[in-house]
């Protein structure tokens, strides 16, 4: 049986010409997006990075001065503290030099690559890992450095302290505070050496316009606001906190 072998010739028509070249520059103008964009990724978290070690670097320092100013109170103590062994028929004449107690008023001020950073708490959440100073301003540029104090009196004051941070997809500010639930704790510790313990009591979601939880009606009690976007920043979650008594 004889084969017959047919063979088709493939024209090559103007048009599958342009079609060819426009899959051509799409193919590449994809390429160059995804390299755009990884780019973008790469300077933002390099960004993001740079910015908390700044944040670390004053939480290091208020660190540093607590313990500075405990061994500096310890000292205090044991120095304005007359001790003299005497017989016992000398132990009447015997008098304790009052201890004068030294309470920090101001925020602390600490300096990054020539910066001013003024602080006037840290806040901690064990559970999620988050620890950090929580800036005395509020501005844009500080939101890229740490936690920054939105509204209300002092820190660990009568009121309600108002608090916000970023909510970064890798975590870091308030990446993690969605993961909060109802009966969780918190720590602030003030410029006062004062570290007081609030319980989370409610947790919800708001529009940005709407500025209710920043309300300093507390009934004369200690309460804290915890403030990040949800929802590709198009919402708030608001986190609400009270003293443990």
């Known amino acids: 049986m004889n084969q017959i072998l047919v063979t088709e010739k493939l024209y090559i028509t103007p048009e599958l010409k342009r079609k060819k070249k426009m899959y051509k520059i799409r193919f590449f103008l994809s390429i160059l997006l995804i390299c755009l964009l990884c780019s ?4 933002a978290e390099n960004d993001r990075n740079k910015s908390e070690e700044v944040s670390k670097q004053i939480l290091a320092d208020l660190q540093t001065r607590s313990e500075e100013e405990e061994d500096t109170t310890t000292k205090n103590i044991v120095n304005d503290v007359l001790i003299v062994t005497l017989n016992e028929d000398d132990a009447d ?40 100073p929580v800036l005395s301003e509020t501005s844009e540029e500080l939101l890229k450095i740490s936690l920054n104090k939105y509204w209300g009196n002092g820190a660990n004051e009568v009121g309600n302290y108002c608090i916000v941070g970023h909510n970064y ?39 940005p316009t709407d500025v209710s939880c920043t309300s300093q009606l507390t009934n004369g009690r200690r309460e804290m606001t915890l403030i990040t976007c949800k929802n590709y920043g198009t919402q708030r979650l608001v986190v609400k906190c009270r003293e443990v008594l």
């Open 40 to 43: 973008y990724y790469i300077y």
């Open 93 to 132: 004449h015997v008098e304790e030099a009052p201890v004068e107690s030294v309470e920090q008023t101001e925020n602390f001020t600490t300096t990054v690559d020539g910066v001013d950073y003024t602080t006037d708490s840290i806040l901690t959440i064990p559970k999620l890992d988050i620890s950090y």
């Open 169 to 207: 997809a890798n975590g870091k500010l308030f990446g993690k505070l969605s993961q909060i639930e109802i009966g969780d704790i918190a720590t602030l510790q003030d410029t006062k050496g004062r570290t007081l313990t609030y319980e989370v009591y409610d947790i919800y979601i708001v529009d």
